[in-house]
Nanobody
Framework: QVQLLESGGGSVQAGGSLILSCAAS?????MSWFRQAPGKEREQVAG?????????WYEDSVKGRFTISEDKEKRTLYLTMRSLKLEDTAMYYC??????????????????WGQGTQVTVSS
């Protein structure tokens, strides 16, 4: 059982930055960040295949603003969010999967989830 614990959420003004962290009990092949805003479907925003050189994935609306990174020694996944917009307001979740990485969906195929950390962007 992989355990994930997110932190780093908070309130920020539009245009600001936040860094989310996800501490994992073990590091898995696929790691990702999802978010869910009130009344909306959960969406994947960024992901990484943790084998070196296998690449990252970003949802179009966050490309150029969000960066996913990792510290394998600390078993921690990060999401650096810059130029935050009102529409980035959501609960952000860390997810992990052992084998097949699924990109662009709402979470099907991802086995392990954290409890989430709230990000609120205000004008």
């Amino acid at each position: 059982q992989v355990q994930l614990l997110e932190s780093g959420g908070g309130s920020v003004q539009a245009g600001g930055s936040l860094i989310l962290s996800c501490a994992a009990s073990e590091y898995t092949y696929c790691m990702s960040w999802f978010r869910q805003a009130p009344g909306k479907e959960r969406e994947q925003v960024a992901g990484v295949v943790t084998t070196a050189g296998r690449g990252t994935w970003y949802e179009d609306s966050v490309k150029g603003r969000f960066t996913i990174s990792e510290d394998k020694e600390k078993r921690t996944l990060y999401l650096t969010m810059r130029s935050l917009k009102l529409e980035d307001t959501a609960m952000y979740y860390c997810a992990a999967e052992l084998r097949d990485c699924v990109w662009g969906g709402s979470g099907a195929g991802w086995s392990y989830w954290g409890q989430g950390t709230q990000v609120t962007v205000s004008s």
